[in-house]
């Protein structure tokens, strides 16, 4: 089975331009979550999708954006790009049924490394 | 809202010395407790979680962890590490509905010296 895979690897801009970053999750999963790990910050959490509706978002600016696509794929588009967007952008995918105790796991894939200059 | 607080950004531990990596975390509400591996240039993968039940919990690569609820701590811990264990760690926390994104704490890198 295929892992969550995410494109670009890499991506480099310059600031004050737009980068759009995808996600495919596994097959069968609706969920999409998308987190942004930047350096000396950790792993935060930035948009989650769910049957193509955005469900939550994280503390981030409105520049930040996606949605999700009829097949669950996903997409993070950043506006307006600032030299602080540089990061590691990590999307997960999660099933929709619930599993015991209402749990799923989330599954990340390799991250796509966005530097701004 | 929740939040993790991971007591060391880096550990330095020999090989096939026992390791442990701190994880204290902070939630007004029940959780679910995780703990996950990063590997250079990997996306995280899941080594252990804690739902309910017993306080001990096994994950891969013999790692295993302890929830202490009054403690409010989640330490992970592994007997005998390898060269192969060299990695970023993350403790994380999620309410317990099962739908709500991961809280992460700031990720502790091991660096297992042969």
């Known amino acids: 089975e295929a892992g969550v895979t995410q494109s670009p690897t890499h991506l480099i801009k310059t600031r004050g331009q737009q980068a759009t970053l995808r996600c495919s999750p596994i097959?069968?999963?609706?969920?999409v979550y998308w987190y942004q790990q930047a350096l000396g910050l950790g792993l935060q959490f930035l948009l989650w999708?769910?049957?193509?509706?955005?469900?939550n978002r994280g503390n981030f600016p409105p520049r930040f954006s996606g949605r999700q696509f009829p097949n669950y794929s996903s997409e993070l588009n950043v506006n307006a790009l600032e030299l602080e967007d540089s990061a590691l952008y990590l999307c997960?995918?999660?099933?929709?049924?619930?599993?015991?105790?209402?749990?799923?796991?989330?599954?990340f894939g390799p991250g796509t490394r966005l530097t701004v200059l | 809202a929740q939040s993790v607080t991971q007591l060391d950004s880096q550990v330095p531990v020999f090989e096939e010395a026992p390791v442990e990596l701190r994880c204290n975390y902070s939630?007004?509400?029940?959780?679910?407790l995780f703990w996950y591996v990063q590997y250079p240039n990997q996306g995280l993968q899941l080594l252990l979680k804690?739902?309910?039940?017993?306080?001990l919990v096994k994950g891969i690569n013999g790692f295993e962890a302890e929830f202490n609820k009054s403690q409010t701590s989640f330490h992970l811990r592994k007997p005998s590490v390898h060269i192969s264990d060299t990695a970023e760690y993350f403790c994380?926390?999620?309410?317990?509905?099962?739908?709500?994104?991961?809280?992460f704490g700031k990720g502790t890198r091991l660096s297992v010296i042969a």
């Open positions: 997960a995918s999660k099933g929709g049924l619930a599993g015991p105790r209402g749990y799923n796991e989330q599954f």
């Open positions: 097959s069968g999963h609706t969920s």
């Open positions: 999708y769910d049957e193509g509706e955005e469900r």
């Open positions: 939630s007004s509400v029940s959780v679910y």
């Open positions: 804690y739902l309910s039940g017993s306080t």
């Open positions: 994380a926390v999620s309410r317990n509905s099962g739908n709500t994104p991961l809280v």
